[in-house]
């Protein structure tokens, strides 16, 4: 898949594109993590953060896509769209994953960390954008619920 964003999707780029983009943008970059920000069960934004000492803040805002919408097509042929923010910082990984946060990418040499593959990251997001436990595969209206009831899930997700 190509990281260029066509001009004719200026208004929304693809989760996929968007995070790959992004990944393409630096140098080294010691984990991306993806904040799902929800009213009740629906997601209203997303914030992608950047930890990368080649960031020039502890908050680098960044325009990287001329769009102004995320999308993702869900399991069910759904398409979901909310407005995104990208931030970059150089302030030191380790945000803990859940129902409203899931870590995309990784580093391999980020200590307390087992890696994870950009691939993987986008993998887990889409499960729970599309509602589904990425540890259980149970599908849930509620992921912040089905983890309060699931300590397994919860618990799997913090590693």
């Not at 950047?50 to 993702?72: C, I, K, R």
């Amino acid at each position: 898949m190509s990281n260029k964003i066509k001009p004719e999707e200026e208004d929304e780029v693809s989760l996929e594109t968007l995070v790959e983009t992004v990944y393409a943008e630096f140098d080294y970059i010691a984990e991306i993590h993806v904040d799902h920000l929800q009213t009740a069960s629906e997601v209203t934004q997303l914030i992608i953060t950047v930890h990368t000492g080649e960031a020039e803040s502890y908050e680098d805002w960044l325009d990287v896509a001329p769009a102004s919408h995320v999308s993702l097509t869900t399991d069910d042929g759904i398409t979901f769209r909310a407005p995104y923010s990208v931030l970059a910082s150089f302030s030191g990984p380790g945000h803990i994953n859940g129902p409203e946060g899931t870590t995309v990418y990784t580093a391999s040499n980020v200590l307390g960390s087992e890696p994870r593959d950009l691939s993987e990251g986008l993998r887990i997001l889409q499960q729970k954008l599309n509602g589904f436990c990425p540890t259980c595969g149970e599908s849930s209206e509620n992921l912040r619920q089905h983890y309060h009831d699931q300590r397994k899930c919860a618990e799997a997700e913090m590693k």
